[in-house]
């Protein structure tokens, strides 16, 4: 009995001086990562210093400080203003800025809606920004986009990458030419500081928002004054004129918190201001509205008798109470306000792992009727808001139920580490959307499809052969390959195949023994070490803020992903699916050898549909590919 006891006693000890280990082990990741996520923090915070700096400095005319933002070659991009594309030095781009924009009395940017992620020594960020350029009481105003590359050097961050994407502009097109006039000609305007006058009224203005005071506000106005929003989207005035319009509109506002950060500039006219500004709005309902601006005011006789708001629409429209987003996603396809389509935040689980979806219902919608439901997925590293929402949406119009939702350390979805692209993972998480939407109690079980687009087209292709509750097998503009033809691919890589598996296989033991994994740019036209090296625009789908880049997307790519990448097979799985699949792909797509290899293995009914007018990244999201790569699928479908 008593070595019974002894030995026992020696096991609990063993035991516990093993928890014990865990325990420090597991301590000391958990400090490694909070390590990381500060370092990163750090970097973020100055890629954001050289971004203001940059256009603050440009706004400053401070050219030298300007120049020091960027690296010896930088690659500028502005062919959607008329200009050019290729590399410059620094000296080159500032002679071109400092040809025209010194013509103008004042240029203000407000640059907003930052998203920065940086990998080892590289980053990418996007941005939208409002550029009013002031000349001669009149302005022209340009609402872009940025999408930025840098490269750390000398333990510093440089701008090496600027290309810019026009969404909208109002104004005097023609000041630009009598800028570069007063350039030429040596006609300098001055950069005026604003009168005491003129500023004290526009601060009143603010003042009289933040306090949530409208006869305060009222009181700044002149009876006859014209408020106009050049840039407000459908469903919102574009001018408000005289003051009882005013009051009307503003009175609606005085419920909501609201605090304004703002920097007033003057022009050659007196009575006329500049005002960069952002605002911090709580709605009554508890709702965050938090808007960039550009303002131009105008006073006389103490009052303000005309301003100019320009604001990001695309805010108002995600943020406002009583208005819908124009789509569904980030792009122009999507479902309009007029279609009637829900969406739904929803969550599911996936081996103890919560993941975030959208959950998108038919127009009309019947809570007694069933209908037929299809899971959406994307492309590798993609997110929901990409091209899942995009086909989701589209597919709800037409009278489906639709799942979109991120994978397992992707987007909104809980997971460590992040942005791990691993077949297993996302297979399993498919299965568990499988599981979350038959529980729906609109969902016809049998008449539930699995739709990948890319490269999740062989992760669908897997879990549908795995799950026979998915009835049919939809893939469009289908990234499949094999290791054979991962390895044609990618041996052209610096290092090739053996060196990424390698990489790989590094990365995954560090992040075992520290918590750390090692990430490169997911997306990058300067970076070949980067997961899709598209240099000059060859492919900007993923850094496009006018496509699919933004804060919803996280441009990291996990260094031990390219494992499970260069060894995943998504073409043999073919003679293992026994459900109807349809294909919709182009010739000018992503491998289509491999989607044809994969189709001549289908046992059962197939059908492929060829849209060789448009290639893999008009699939993804421009109006005409999707709509008619939806035509299909839906008229297939519905069959």
Known sequence: ????????????????CINETKKEVSTEKETAM??????????????????NTLFNGVDQRDWEVVKKTMADSVYTDYTALGGDSGFKTPDEILTGWKALLPGFERTVHKVHNKAIWV?????????????????????????????TEYIKENDAWKIARIDLSLYDQNGNTA??????????????????????????????????LENQNLEDLLATLDSNVVQKMPLAPTNFPKELVGIEVMKKQYAGVMDYTQSYQREVFGTADPNTVLVKFEGTITTSEGKPYNNAYVGIYTVNDGKITAFVEQFNPNILLNGWPGLQPETYSV???????????????????????????????????????????????????????????????????DGFITLTFDFTGFGESEGQPRQVEDYNLKIDDIKAAVDYLIQHNNVDEENLSGLGVCASSGYMAHATAQDKRIKRLVLVAPWLHNPEIAKMIYDSRPGGTAGLLQAAKDAKVNYAETGQMAYVLAASELDPLSAMYVPQNAFDYYLNPSKAAGPKYDNRFAIGSWEPWLTFDGISVGKDI????????????AVPQGTKDFYGLLPGEKDIKWLNDYNQQ???????????AMGEVVAYLKK
Not at 618 to 628: C, G, H, K, S
């Open 1 to 16: 009995m008593k070595k019974v006891i002894t030995t026992a006693a020696i096991a609990l000890g063993l035991i516990a």
């Open 34 to 51: 909070t390590t990381a996520q500060t370092a990163t923090a750090i970097e973020t915070s100055q890629i954001d210093a050289v971004i």
């Open 119 to 147: 990998a080892g020594n590289r980053a990418t960020a996007t941005m939208d920004a409002i550029a009013t350029h002031f000349l001669n009481n009149d302005q022209w105003t340009v609402f872009v986009g940025y999408d």
């Open 175 to 208: 000041l630009p030419l009598a800028a570069l006039k007063n350039v030429e000609n040596n006609q300098i305007p001055e950069l005026k500081s604003a009168t005491n006058e003129t500023q004290t009224v526009v601060e009143a203005f603010f003042s009289a």
């Open 331 to 397: 792009h122009a396809a999507g479902a309009r306000t007029d279609s009637g389509v829900i969406q739904e935040e929803v969550a599911f689980s996936s081996n103890g792992v919560l993941l975030k979806g959208h959950l998108f219902l038919p127009p009309n919608f019947d809570a007694a009727k069933k209908y037929p439901a299809a899971i959406v997925t994307g492309s590798w590293t993609s997110v929901k808001e990409q091209m899942p929402d995009e086909y989701a949406s589209v597919m709800a119009k």
């Open 578 to 589: 026994s459900q109807p699949v349809f294909i919709v792909h182009s010739e000018s797509g």
């Open 618 to 628: 008009q699939l993804y999201f421009e109006t005409d590919a999707v709509n008619a």
